[in-house]
């Protein structure tokens, strides 16, 4: 199954009908995945729940029915049922209100979504929450920048070829650290492999998981760098993948478990 395909499959029908009745069972008869893994993988690979993204591309194209229609129409097809609630979303996106939309040349333009489609490299995708115990890793880092992700794929083949405790270990744990704006990609092992490595101790959290297999574990870096320019990891503590026997796990600490850390770190 190649999520993306199925996502695009979403998109699309989306799109083509934007202000109709859109139920989670036409969308989950559509792909053939039940609505709640289709909406954790929308929601992951986009940053918006399904209804989310509705709403907004609902309130987008909006605008521009505004200029010929009455306000009660336009709230009632854009779900809302009653004029206050949809003036309300309508202000939040556009900066005004529905009423000015006759006057005014400017909005707020939400795009349609198009996930990028990776061919061939995804086989028997998982998408689950799960909670991860904690975990002492030791790690050795490289810094960087935005973009540039093919130094990922570099930095494996130089680790795998200076550290053969590293290339013969039957788990390989690749750590994405975006905190304070910085990029850091650390390879680890659960044992120390290397003099200089950092000890990096992962607290215990809930995280979604997407997994899956691959012919090539080195492919998923490019999978690392599709989800992480889709789903911004600005601010977040560690994201971590895991390498088992041919098959590759990518964990993201879930909106909930993020808030707890923060609301600890704060008192």
């Not at 009423?99 to 349609?112: L, T, V, Y």
């Not at 929450?129 to 992700?149: C, D, F, M, Q, R």
């Not at 870096?221 to 911004?232: A, F, H, M, P, Q």
Request: with cysteine; aromatic share 14%.
């Amino acid at each position: 199954m190649n999520i993306y395909s199925s996502l695009n499959k979403i998109s699309n029908y989306i799109e083509e009908n934007l202000f109709e009745n859109i139920t989670s069972k036409k969308l989950s008869t559509l792909t053939g995945i039940n609505y709640y893994s289709l909406n954790n993988a929308f929601s992951l690979l986009s940053g918006y729940t399904i209804k989310e993204y509705i709403r907004l591309r609902r309130l987008s194209n909006s605008f521009i029915l505004l200029k010929s229609r009455p306000v009660t129409e336009i709230a009632f097809m854009c779900g809302y049922n009653c004029i206050e609630a949809f003036s309300r979303a309508f202000k939040k996106l556009h900066g005004f209100n529905p009423k000015q939309a006759k006057i005014s040349e400017n909005f707020k333009f939400f795009p349609k979504i198009t996930f990028k489609e990776i061919d061939n490299n995804i086989h028997n995708l998982k998408l689950e929450y799960k909670t991860l115990p904690t975990l002492t890793l030791y790690a050795n880092g490289l810094e960087i920048e935005k973009g540039n992700s093919a130094c990922i794929h570099n930095f494996w083949v130089e680790q795998n070829s200076t550290y053969p405790i590293l290339q013969n270990a039957e788990i390989k744990y690749g750590l994405v650290d975006c905190k304070n704006g910085k990029l850091t990609y650390y390879v680890a092992l659960p044992k120390r492999f290397s003099k200089n490595n950092i000890k990096i101790t992962l607290s215990t959290g809930k995280y979604i998981s997407l997994s899956y297999k691959s012919y090539n574990g080195l492919d998923f870096s490019k999978l690392s760098s599709d989800i992480s320019s889709e789903y911004s990891l600005h601010g977040r503590d560690f994201d971590i993948e895991i390498y088992k026997h041919g098959e590759v796990e990518l964990l993201y600490k879930t909106k909930d478990q993020e808030a707890q850390d923060n609301s600890k770190e704060t008192k």
